[in-house]
């Protein structure tokens, strides 16, 4: 059920409404598109990391606005990818989703109970139900820690979710939900390939039988095959613990695999927000165009005819961004009263079909040259084979295979042979 109005809003530089626009009170935030019951509600969400001088007298002279304004609807048992940039505040937006960081202004709701700002045993309630996997599984795990004291901390400030007693019996059940053996429990992250050691997160992740899981890049630092892999147990894990995710990635290919809906970030704001059809098939924000057209194509002819949009300049520093859009710096389409008028994330009223899905920008519209169909096919037949089926399809195709959300060959080969999982 869409929540947001049909109708386009903006606001001045000096936040004025503009001229045609919704009302003030409706133009205060883009409420974002939404089915289903939401689990997390986050409103108006902002980061700024202030910029001091001086070394006795701190004194602030500006701050990076990681995130600005930023709302959107989790909503329960859904994947929503998030893209962008390197530096366009996706983990800031994760940090402060999961309290690591506090936020500047703004409102964070799970199950309708304001979260954001939370301390203590409240806090500690919260941080059960939402748990987070992070990028790199190198440096992410403690390296002087087993496997079963890495997985089973979190029992420590949660010890009722495994008492004393239960804890390895809890530890090896979720190694091996995660296609690890139980019997590795007493080895160190050093003896894991990079595969298993993402396993080891997501278990760690997993051990307080959360209900939102953030994913920050958890596959960016890993092999294209071992990435497929990974994405595979995620699918796999949300239809069996009921979880809900936020996966959060630099690579557009990636997330349509496993995302239900994509929002789109640029320079601390979400440009475009909608299904992944709607995303993907009928982008209509600049940037996401932009994004999609250097998605890579397999088929070389179908990659001849393409019609890709380099973009030029660098992304702005975020300490300083662009009046109006903060993408006009970088777009080709850009017009005066991008300068001045800050596009709002809203549906814009006069697409049709696929195509009004919220999108920030004056000018929305979808590219005049796109992939023919019979390009979209292969180059979407391509990537399925390299991945496997998407978020959809998992609700009426069978079960993934074993075989399928299994460790990698090579990861196999080290559970059954131990070669690497010799001490050191
Ligand atoms: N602790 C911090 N102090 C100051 N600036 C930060 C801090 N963390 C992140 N930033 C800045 O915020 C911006 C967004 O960073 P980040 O959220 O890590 O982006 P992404 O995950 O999309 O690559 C970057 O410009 C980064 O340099
Ligand atoms: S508002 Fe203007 S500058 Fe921004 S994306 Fe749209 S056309 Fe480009
Ligand atoms: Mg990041």
Redesign the pocket.
């Known amino acids: 059920m869409p929540a947001t109005s049909g109708r386009r809003r903006s606001v001045t530089t000096d936040g004025a409404t503009a001229l045609g626009a919704a009302q003030p009170e409706e133009a205060a935030f883009a409420q974002p598109v939404s089915c289903g019951e939401p689990i997390l509600q986050v409103r108006d969400l902002v980061k700024h990391f202030p910029l001091t001088r001086g070394v006795l007298f701190k004194r602030q002279v500006g701050a990076v606005k990681a995130v600005d304004g930023v709302s959107f609807d989790l909503v329960k048992g859904e994947t929503l990818g998030i893209v962008g940039e390197s530096g366009c505040g996706?983990?800031t937006l994760a940090k402060v989703l999961m309290n690591l960081e506090p936020a500047t202004a703004g409102s964070v709701k799970y199950k309708g109970e304001e979260i954001s700002g939370l301390r203590g045993s409240a806090l500690k309630a919260v941080r059960r139900n939402i748990q987070m996997v992070f990028?790199d599984p190198y440096t992410s795990l403690n390296p002087r820690m087993t496997v079963g004291d890495i997985i089973g901390e979190p029992y420590e400030i949660h010890p009722e979710v495994a008492p004393k007693g239960q804890r390895k019996t809890a530890v090896q059940d979720l190694l091996d939900v995660v296609g690890l053996n139980p019997e590795y429990i007493n080895r160190y992250p050093h003896q894991f390939s990079g595969g298993q050691r993402q396993r080891i997160g997501i278990a760690r992740g997993l051990a307080l039988k959360p209900e939102v899981i953030i994913c920050?890049?958890p596959v960016s630092a890993l092999d294209v095959s071992v990435q497929a892999q990974v994405i595979n147990l995620l699918e796999q894990l949300q239809g069996e613990f009921d979880l809900s995710y936020m996966f959060i990635a630099h690579d557009l290919s990636i997330v349509r695999h496993i995302s239900d809906r994509v929002g789109v970030m640029y320079l601390g704001k979400m440009v475009e927000l909608g299904s992944d059809a709607e995303i993907y098939d009928h982008a209509t924000h600049p940037y996401t165009q932009a994004l999609l057209s250097a998605v890579p194509v397999p088929d070389p002819t179908a990659r001849e005819r393409r019609d890709r949009i380099v973009l030029t300049g660098d992304v702005p520093s975020p300490a300083n961004p662009p009046s109006g859009c903060r993408f006009r710096t970088r777009c080709w389409k850009a017009q005066d009263r991008c300068a001045v008028e800050e596009p709002l994330l809203a549906r814009p009223a006069w697409l049709t079909g696929l195509a009004v899905h919220d999108s920030a920008c004056h000018f929305a519209a979808e590219r005049e040259i796109e992939l023919s169909a019979a390009e979209r096919e292969i180059e979407l037949s391509a990537a399925e084979r390299e991945i496997g089926p998407r978020a959809a399809e998992r609700e009426v195709g069978p079960s993934t295979p074993e075989r399928e959300i299994g460790p990698s060959t090579a990861e196999r080969q080290e559970n059954e042979g131990g070669e690497t999982g010799t001490p050191q």
């Open positions: 996706k983990s990028q920050d890049e």
